[in-house]
């Protein structure tokens, strides 16, 4: 469908973002819209950092979306001679190890790009709860002690910890750092000055401040910067240059005179790989959806203080998105964090915006309230545990096993939560706590509350036994 975006469009544009910023009150946020090769919308709307405002110009960690860099680079790579899909990872990394010793030669370039290497999602959330002190080399070199939960090739599993491979094979395979190799033969062709693989060289060019939600407010966060996951999550770009990369999606490799891969390249980037659920599949480095029938290439991305979505139309409308935000947590995120985008093509394409009646100030009216309650009853419990102490527990066995029953659950149930809540959410307590650490926090307070008193209630009745039953 070919559509016209006119100004009236773009208004609407503006104070739908306007109204999101506002309802999911976000620190800041710049988004660049792009038709065909041009640039039709650039915006930059509240505070990059206190009393800083946000410019498209303005850079911001783009999270998983340095996954299509480091795709572009393989393919590129790949177009040269240097590298082939189906080539085992141990041609290019010879040293390359897994736990599985007949899935170390089974594993290619392709299982990497497509998430099919067996290698698990927990794996790749591990790596981003990291301090960010190791080498790529060293990182890699770690997974000849971690086990694949899937045979290889068999499965779609997203994690973080196959494009930090990729990284790595692209830094065995030019010669150069991967953040050189990026910045030379990505960044510099496609003129994006306000693009890093450095956090210090961004904060000298403005890079915004990022923050985490702490009970549905946003609270400034220095969250370290992970070098070490670079291919997977930190490059660092601004909403311009965005803009330029996705013109190089829509115009078959090319922005301006500078061709950045051609045209086959860039269609098996984009090529459905493997399919993740009916009308959902995963390319190389971006997902291919069904929209009301409309194809469409996204990616979204985080890290603990970040988010960014993107997303192409390349058939007919020839659209592109970006939205970057200065500002992560998980339950946010549910809340429309990462429909932003999204809502900015339902405008585009004239649909109607449907306005979800989950706000991020009900959802934490009732999320606040429910901790609040919950935390008052076991401060209540607890309180009134120590008054007692020296109180005789009245009656003779049924009260003590009572108690005892109290007692234990007070004590195992808190171990139960905090031993599956990981499972549950398949990431460990490090990312958990970093990602949502309003609840993560809570969780781990209340369970400690709930542990020590259940240790008390324990000694209360060693000591009312010692004594002799009343």
């Known amino acids: ?27 800041g946020l710049a988004i660049a819209i792009i038709q065909g090769t041009e640039v039709v919308f650039l915006y930059g709307l509240g505070e990059a950092a ?24 393989i393919m590129q790579l790949v177009e040269t001679g240097k590298v082939e899909l189906d080539a085992p990872v141990q041609h ?33 959330r591990e790596l981003l709860a990291g301090k960010g002190n190791q080498t790529m080399e060293q990182q890699v070199r770690h997974l000849a002690t971690v086990a694949l939960t899937k045979p290889v090739g068999t499965t779609f599993q997203y994690s973080n910890t196959n494009y930090l491979i990729l990284g790595l094979v692209i830094q065995m395979v030019s010669g150069q750092p991967y953040e050189f190799y990026i910045q030379q033969h990505i960044f510099a062709p496609l003129q994006m000055q306000h693009s890093f693989t450095s956090e210090k060289e961004a904060q000298q060019d403005g890079m915004a401040t990022g923050y985490r939600w702490w009970f549905g407010f946003p609270i400034p966060a220095h969250v370290s910067y992970l070098a070490d996951a670079l291919p997977a999550a930190f490059l660092i770009s601004s909403a311009e240059d965005m803009a330029g990369y996705l013109i190089a999606y829509l115009n078959e490799g090319r922005y301006g005179e500078a061709s950045v891969l051609s045209a086959a390249g860039i269609a098996e980037l984009h090529r459905p790989q493997v399919e993740i659920a009916p009308g959902n599949a995963y390319a190389m480095g971006w997902r291919v ?13 985080e890290t603990a203080n970040w988010r960014a979505e993107m997303v192409l139309l390349p058939e007919k409308s020839r659209l592109g998105i970006i939205v970057l935000t200065n500002a992560n947590n998980g339950l946010v995120a549910q809340l429309g964090l990462d429909q932003i985008a999204a809502g900015v093509v339902k405008l585009l394409l004239g649909q109607q915006l449907q306005r979800s009646k989950l706000t991020l100030r009900r959802f934490y009216l009732l999320l606040d309230g429910a901790m609040a309650l919950l935390t008052s009853l076991q401060i209540w419990a607890f309180v009134r545990l120590l008054r007692r102490w020296h109180q005789p527990i009245q009656g003779r066995a049924l009260p003590f096993v009572n108690q005892a ?45 709930s542990f020590i008193t259940g240790i008390m209630r324990i000694g209360r009745i060693f000591l009312r036994l010692r004594k002799g039953l009343k």
């Open 1 to 27: 469908m070919s559509i016209e975006i006119d100004r009236g469009v773009l208004a609407q544009a503006e104070q739908y973002l306007t109204g999101v910023r506002r309802d999911l009150r976000l620190p």
């Open 50 to 73: 206190p009393s800083r405002p946000v410019t498209p110009q303005t850079p911001f960690i783009l999270g998983s979306l340095s996954k299509s860099f480091t795709a572009m680079a």
């Open 92 to 124: 290019y990394i010879s040293w390359f190890r897994v736990a599985n010793p007949a899935a170390c030669s089974q594993i290619t370039i392709r299982h990497l790009l497509t998430h099919t290497s067996g290698i698990s999602k927990y794996v790749g």
């Open 289 to 301: 959806e069904l929209w009301d029938g409309v194809r469409v290439l996204r990616h979204g991305g």
């Open 405 to 449: 029953v109290l007692s234990l659950i007070a004590l195992v149930l808190p171990l139960s939560l905090l031993k599956r809540i990981p499972k549950w959410a398949d990431a460990p307590w490090s990312l958990l706590s970093l990602y949502v650490p309003d609840l993560s926090s809570w969780l781990a307070g209340i369970s400690l509350l």
